[in-house]
């Protein structure tokens, strides 16, 4: 088993309120986690602080993608997500006329790279990664 992602010792303090105070975790392939609490513990601040929307104060975050083991700390949403970490929101909003997978493709718009004339016109460079994302089994 391997660790996918490790957080050490995170803070991140908002005014004079410790949000996130000497967070510690382990996260391996294979499993699946949750992180519960109740309004206010900081579960939304660890999940902003792992995906690069808001910079911890202290602490390390080490996620082991694709790359290898990169520190994350810091780093942009953008890049984090470049990686391969990303994070949903509370207020899902979908497309109501699309399909599910159409949902999700549009979901993964970063992982295939097009222009904008690629994409107005429906270019054949364009349309071959998105109909191979389509064939690919969608896996947890």
Known sequence: MSTILKVDDLVKNFGGLAAVSNVSMQLNDDELVALIGPNGAGKT???????????????????????????INGMKPYKVADLGLTRTFQNIRLFKNLSVIDNVLIAMTSHYKEGFIQSVFRLQPTTRPRRAFAKKPLTC
Do not use: M
């Not at 910079?55 to 790359?67: D, E, R």
């Open 45 to 71: 601040t660890v999940f902003n602080l792992l995906t690069g929307v808001i910079v911890p104060i202290s602490g390390a975050i080490t996620f082991n993608g694709p790359n290898g083991t990169v520190p």
